[in-house]
């Protein structure tokens, strides 16, 4: 029997933009619309099929309130790939994402990134050539998903993966 390889990957961006939505419609398939926010760190795990073979996503979620920087650089160290998230409907939390890229470069040497659009089912605010450029800029791919209906949500996961295992097999 072919042992599984995990893979470690964390989702970073400002408090309340739907970082614990995405990762519970991917590894349960479902969505809730009002959410505690997220403490510290939550994770889950999920079994993914790549044409490679299958990998274990151990997925990280990190708490956005400023107050958890401190505890996040430490959870950041063995990732292989973050997803630098922000809310298509808030400016802001697209203006943020360069800071959340420093934090994780800061912790974690030459990391892969992905950029993730989430809410694309509601009015948008953020011109989606913004997060394009950013992310052209970055050397990484730009994803657009919503939560809510599940557009984008496996492609991204998906992507994280393949990025993550092509990371492993260098090495």
């Not at 519970?24 to 073979?53: H, M, N, W």
């Not at 400016?91 to 934090?103: I, M, T, V």
């Not at 989430?118 to 605010?125: C, E, K, P």
Request: aromatic residues 8%; contains cysteine.
């Amino acid at each position: 029997m072919t042992k599984v390889p995990v893979l470690k990957v964390v989702i970073v961006g400002d408090a309340n933009v739907g970082k614990t939505s995405l990762l519970r419609r991917y590894c349960e398939g479902k969505f809730e619309s009002s959410r505690v926010a997220t403490i510290g760190v939550d994770f889950q795990t999920k079994v993914v099929d790549l044409p490679e073979g299958q990998v274990k996503l151990s997925i990280w979620d990190m708490a956005g309130q400023e107050h958890f920087s401190v505890i996040r650089t430490g959870f950041y160290r063995g990732s292989l790939v973050t997803a630098l998230v922000f809310d298509v409907t808030d400016q802001e939390s697209f203006d943020h994402l360069e800071r959340w890229q420093q934090e994780v470069a800061g912790s974690v040497n030459e990391q892969d990134f992905v950029v993730v659009g989430i809410n694309i089912d509601l009015d948008r605010a953020v011109n989606s050539g913004a997060p394009k450029t950013f992310s052209d800029n970055l050397g990484a791919p730009y994803i657009e998903t919503s939560a809510l209906t599940g557009v984008g949500v496996e492609d991204m996961f998906i992507e994280i993966a393949q990025r993550a295992f092509a990371k492993i097999s260098k090495s």
